[in-house]
C-alpha cells in the first residue's frame, strides 16, 4: 500500500492551510498541495465565472494528480491537499479526480472536514496574512456567508473521514488530532510521526 493521501476540505477561511504547513511538519516525507497552487494559475488566464475556468481548473488538477499516481520518484510521500469542494456536481467531480488518483496510486485517502463556527471564520477571513497572500483566497464576509449557507461540504462517509472542529484549536493542535487518527488504523501505524512540541 502506497503512503495515503490525506484531503483536507472546508469552507474559505477555515484554517485549512494553516493545519496542513503544520501537518506537514509532523509527518515524515509528507508534501502539501493547497488548493490555491491549482487554482491561482487558472485565474491568471479566466475569471471565476468565465465558461472556460472550469474546464481549466480540471486540466490543471487532473495533470498535477496523474502525475502524483504515477511517480516513482515520489511514491513513498505522503500527499496532504487542502481544497473547498461542496456536494454540488462541480464539487463532486473535483473529489472524483483526487479519488481515481489515489485508487491509481494504491493510497488510501483520509478525509479531513474542518468547520468552524461562523464568527471565528469570518475573523480568520479578516486576517490581513490571508489578503496579502498574493493569491486569489477569498476575503469576502458576504459571499462565505452565503456558501456556508448553501453550500454543504463534500464529503466521503468512510471509515477514514474525521470531522473536526477548529473554532478553538491551534493549527499544531489540530494538526496533532489528524496525526492521532491517522494512527488510529492499523494500516497506517507505520507513518511514524516527528517530534514536534
Known amino acids: 500500500?502506497?503512503?495515503?493521501?490525506?484531503?483536507?476540505?472546508?469552507?474559505?477561511?477555515?484554517?485549512?492551510?494553516?493545519?496542513?504547513?503544520?501537518?506537514?511538519k509532523l509527518l515524515p516525507n509528507a508534501k502539501l498541495v493547497d488548493n490555491h497552487h491549482l487554482i491561482d494559475p487558472v485565474t491568471l488566464v479566466y475569471e471565476r465565472?468565465?465558461?472556460?475556468?472550469?474546464?481549466?481548473?480540471?486540466?490543471?488538477?487532473?495533470?498535477i494528480l496523474d502525475s502524483i499516481a504515477t511517480s516513482v520518484s515520489t511514491r513513498n510521500v505522503i500527499w496532504?491537499?487542502?481544497?473547498?469542494?461542496?456536494?454540488d456536481e462541480i464539487g463532486s467531480a473535483a473529489v472524483e479526480d483526487y479519488t481515481q488518483a489515489a485508487k491509481t496510486r494504491g493510497s488510501p485517502i483520509i478525509s479531513v472536514l474542518l468547520h468552524c463556527d461562523l464568527e471565528t471564520n469570518?475573523?480568520?477571513?479578516k486576517m490581513e496574512t490571508r489578503s496579502s497572500a498574493g493569491n486569489m483566497k477569498l476575503v469576502d464576509?458576504?459571499?462565505?456567508e452565503e456558501i456556508r449557507k448553501t453550500e454543504g461540504l463534500h464529503r466521503f462517509y468512510s471509515d477514514k473521514e474525521l470531522?473536526?472542529?477548529?473554532?478553538k484549536l491551534s493549527?499544531?493542535?489540530?494538526?496533532?488530532q489528524i496525526v492521532e487518527f491517522v494512527h488510529s488504523f492499523p494500516e497506517l501505524r507505520h507513518i511514524a510521526a516527528r517530534n514536534e512540541s
Do not use: C
Not at 9 to 24: D, H, S
Not at 141 to 144: E, F, Y
Not at 171 to 176: N, P
Open 1 to 24: 500500500m502506497a503512503p495515503p493521501f490525506i484531503y483536507i476540505n472546508g469552507y474559505p477561511g477555515v484554517g485549512k492551510f494553516t493545519i496542513a504547513k503544520e501537518l506537514v
Open 49 to 63: 465565472w468565465m465558461p472556460e475556468y472550469q474546464g481549466l481548473r480540471k486540466i490543471v488538477r487532473k495533470g
Open 80 to 87: 496532504i491537499f487542502t481544497d473547498s469542494q461542496s456536494t
Open 122 to 125: 469570518m475573523e480568520r477571513l
Open 141 to 144: 464576509w458576504q459571499i462565505l
Open 163 to 167: 470531522d473536526l472542529d477548529v473554532s
Open 171 to 176: 493549527a499544531i493542535s489540530a494538526a496533532k
